[in-house]
């Protein structure tokens, strides 16, 4: 297969990855939206945590809540766990990588707010830590996943909401991640503003 069409089929994969998962993760979705605007509307915020392209993910979903998606409007309160890299790596190296977003819910995270956790996998030690001190702080999650979710599942409690991309591709899944993300910020400005960008 010669490079470009190397490069239509990756487009074509990527579109029929995000065909295939419309169906199943649109309620989910719309779920997770609800837990999040209800929140938000009742004076609680966001953070939001990922390793690696999930990190860009986290601060992806932070910038468009805080500052603008589509609409003109006030800033949300989201905070990414990703973004303090003297926080980050004074965790790592005085305790360990696991505790790296733990830690900072524990300080920053209030009853009433939602982590939003992201895992392709649903192995990341990181995040399943996180999610365990949201729910210590009596947070909700909404974890975004793929493949078969990994430990993930096993960490979340009722009235959390598990986004899982029904997809092996490391790249596909982080590719619906971000069209979630795009859906999770639309519903949001739509459910509470009210109006289309």
Known sequence: ???????????????HTKLQAAGPLAPVIDAAATVLVQQLLNGHKILSCGNGGSAADAQHFSSELLNRFEMERPGLPAIALTTDSSTLTSIANDYRYEDVF????RALGQPGDILLAISTSGRSPSII???DAAHERDMRVIALSGRDGGELPNHLNEGDVEIRVPAASTARIQEVHLLTIHCLCE???LQIFGQEG
């Open 1 to 15: 297969m010669d490079a470009i069409a190397r490069i239509q089929q990756t487009f074509q994969d990527s579109a």
């Open 187 to 189: 519903q949001i400005d």
């Open 102 to 105: 733990a830690k900072q819910v």
């Open 129 to 131: 830590s996180a999610v």
